[in-house]
């Protein structure tokens, strides 16, 4: 181990949030970054950059994150946030199952498109809307447990998969923390850089930056359609 003195190696690590709208990103983001949630946030439009540290007992990540919109519109502008990403976050809602689909999705372009060896999460949000297991109440059960994707469902595809699973509360905070840790330890040595290299300077965690797109850019930077 080395000396306490001496400062651990810092790197760089690109993470995309990818999923449909209004299953969370933003507020996992939020959570991770200023630990701090909204519960009326209004949806991200284009894309929004933060960066926060993680730190692990070797070495230091810094994520630079970019938050994508989940709104069909802005799909074909994906790639523009995925490209040369090294890790991803898939996230859908565990009240809903069409946003697993749209996981799904998201994960299947990623393997295609993304680079190789990209590291992707699965996470199932809004784990505060699933029931505890043992409600006392049968009426109280069935209002509270809204989960619609059972664990087992999703574990088994992200195994299947190969992708890290976590199920998180962006709400409560439970697991947020983990899945960046998870991430930020899987990633490969050999991919990581040493210093931030295409980032904006001074861009604090603290100031999410919205980038918009309007219909005409979006044609001209994003995917053919």
Not at 34 to 39: I, V
Not at 110 to 127: C, D, E, F, H, W
Request: net charge negative.
């Amino acid at each position: 181990m080395s000396s306490e003195g001496a400062p651990k190696p810092s790197s760089s690590v690109k993470l995309v949030l990818l999923g449909e709208a209004a299953v969370g990103k933003s507020s996992l983001v939020l959570r991770f970054v200023n630990n701090d949630f909204q519960e009326n946030k209004e949806p991200t439009i284009g894309a929004a950059f933060l960066t926060q540290k993680c730190n692990l007992p070797t070495r230091t990540i810094k994520f630079e994150i970019w938050d994508t919109a989940g709104q069909e519109r802005f799909a074909s502008l994906a790639p523009m946030y995925y490209r040369n990403a090294q890790s991803a976050l898939v996230v859908y809602d565990i009240t809903k199952p069409t946003t697993l689909l749209k996981a799904k999705h998201w994960v299947a372009e990623l393997q295609r498109q993304a680079s190789p060896g990209i590291v992707i999460a699965l996470v199932g949000n809004k784990l505060d809307l699933a029931g505890p297991p043992d409600a006392s109440s049968p009426g109280e059960e069935e209002e509270e447990d809204r989960r619609a994707i059972s664990t087992s469902e999703a574990k088994a595809y992200a195994e299947e998969e190969g992708l890290l699973f976590y199920e998180t509360s962006a709400k409560s905070g439970e697991n947020v923390q983990a899945v960046f840790e998870a991430i930020a330890n899987a990633i490969p040595e050999s991919t990581l850089k040493p210093k931030t290299v295409g980032t904006r300077q001074g861009m604090g965690q603290e100031q999410p930056v919205r980038v918009d797109f309007d219909a005409e850019r979006g044609a001209k930077e994003g995917c053919a359609c």
